[in-house]
């Protein structure tokens, strides 16, 4: 006549669920992405991203040291060229001067291996057509090109004292060839975070105003399908044997079942990326008065690493840090 099973008996106390929960987040998992800009002198808000700033160098390094101070486990930095410094091969991504490279060796000089500082590894941000790589001339993402420009801009990337890197253009073969690029070049200690299971999303539109995107069309013949599970698989497995140190499933919360199968067969760390969407979306409805805001930030990054992520990519990073 009574249940004789009351799973209700450990939820009774903050205490009780305390003891009892499977999935813990920590500072250590979340790693803030930041955005440099050129030719800014005071740092910028990204209107769709309220909270998250196009940064100049001296906001950037502050920011950073907040981050650090916070607990976070690392820095994910994006570069932000100026609009004049674009064209069609990228070359802003590779120059030891452009932008993300004078960040990186900002951060690097202020915070050495405090903290473990991590880069961007793709030309969209300074292309003038705003794609991932670099065009034929009919307009197609020419994947071999493109891979020539990746090592050099990793190696340049490397040489500014970046830990580990982030190709996340999704060409074929990406990560055998910056590993190469890497080794030849004396960096065999430099790791990659490689973005294997990236899906074409429509939830990255605020990422775009955040860079100053250029891109006209799409990214589908590059980036996954969402309609496709056992590829995001076989990506994985890819990367793991052109020698990905650990790799990522990008979005994170549409994605939570991909990131499961990921977690399954990775034998390195999965991180996962909670995208610029993803922030616009919990940061618009709370600003409606239509969720809480704080619980539903941690609700958000509890199930991403319920669902696998032993690192979280989140834009809420130094705040989050902070609660923890
Ligand atoms: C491409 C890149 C993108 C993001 C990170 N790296 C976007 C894209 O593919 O257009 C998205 C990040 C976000 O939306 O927060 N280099």
Not at 46 to 53: K, L, N, Q, Y
Not at 123 to 132: A, P, V
Request: glycine residues 8%; contains cysteine; charged residues 25%.
């Amino acid at each position: 006549m009574f249940p004789v099973d009351r799973p209700r008996r450990l939820r009774r106390t903050p205490a009780l669920r305390r003891l009892v929960a499977e999935t813990s987040l920590q500072a250590r998992h979340l790693v803030l992405p930041m955005f440099v800009a050129d030719g800014i002198t005071e740092q910028r808000e990204i209107s769709s991203m309220p909270g998250v700033f196009q940064h100049t160098l001296d906001s950037l390094s502050k920011a950073a040291e907040e981050a650090v101070a916070a607990g976070v486990g690392g820095l994910m930095l994006f570069g932000v060229p100026r609009p004049e410094d674009k064209d069609a091969t990228g070359t802003g991504a590779s120059d030891p001067d452009g932008i993300l490279n004078r960040g990186l060796r900002a951060l690097k000089a202020d915070l050495g291996d405090a903290t473990v500082i991590m880069a961007d590894t793709c030309l969209d941000e300074f292309t003038d057509h705003g794609h991932c790589g670099v065009l034929t001339p009919e307009g197609v993402v020419d994947n071999d090109a493109t891979l020539a420009r990746y090592v050099d801009m990793a190696v340049a990337q490397a040489d500014a004292g970046a830990h580990l890197l982030g190709p996340s253009g999704m060409m074929d073969g990406q990560v055998a060839a910056i590993r190469d690029g890497l080794d030849a070049a004396g960096h065999t200690e430099v790791g990659q975070l490689a973005y294997s299971a990236k899906y074409a999303s429509a939830f990255y539109g605020p990422f775009r105003e955040a860079v100053g995107s250029s891109l006209q069309g799409d990214r589908r013949t590059y980036q996954q399908d969402a309609a496709n599970r056992r590829e995001a698989a076989h990506e994985v497995e890819l990367d793991l044997a052109e020698g990905a140190d650990m790799v990522m499933v990008k979005p994170a919360m549409s994605y939570l079942d991909i990131l499961r199968d990921v977690a399954n067969i990775s034998p390195v760390p999965v991180a996962a990326y909670q995208i610029s969407g993803e922030y616009a979306m919990i940061t618009a409805a709370a600003q409606n008065g239509w969720i809480d805001r704080d619980a539903a930030v941690l609700e958000s990054l509890t199930s991403i690493r319920r669902a696998g992520a032993d690192v979280v990519l989140t834009y809420w990073a130094t705040e989050a840090a902070g609660w923890l």
